[in-house]
């Protein structure tokens, strides 16, 4: 079973910046590819950022411009960069893997940004 711990969440003043961490049980070069999720209180999950094992990204338009999704495959985690940040990027987050038709989770990260 694949395993996602993510890291690196937190209490931030509006303009900070945190990066976000996502480690894998298994070979992230397994996957198509990985992504950010996040949910705020009372809404629905949405996609942030993805990353194909390619190297192709895609943004939210809500996040283009501030964040950056990476990878480093030899420590099999994918990073998400979040600069500018703003209290509407206050959520949970949670870091996505999907290999065909099998989509892995991980358990998240609180993101809370004060204004």
């Known amino acids: 079973q694949v395993q996602l711990v993510e890291s690196g969440g937190g209490l931030v003043q509006a303009g900070g910046s945190l990066r976000l961490s996502c480690a894998a049980s298994a070979s992230i070069l397994s996957f198509n590819g990985m992504a950010w999720y996040r949910q705020a209180p009372g809404k629905q999950r949405e996609l942030v950022a993805y990353?194909?094992?390619?190297?192709?990204?895609n943004y939210a338009n809500s996040v283009k411009g501030r964040f950056t999704i990476s990878r480093d495959n030899a420590k099999n985690t994918v990073y998400l960069q979040m600069n500018s940040l703003n209290p509407e990027d206050t959520a949970v987050y949670y870091c996505?893997?999907?290999?065909?038709?099998?989509?892995?989770w991980g358990q998240g990260t609180q993101v809370t940004v004060s204004s």
């Open positions: 996505n893997a999907w290999d065909g038709g099998a989509h892995y």
């Open positions: 990353i194909t094992t390619g190297s192709n990204t």
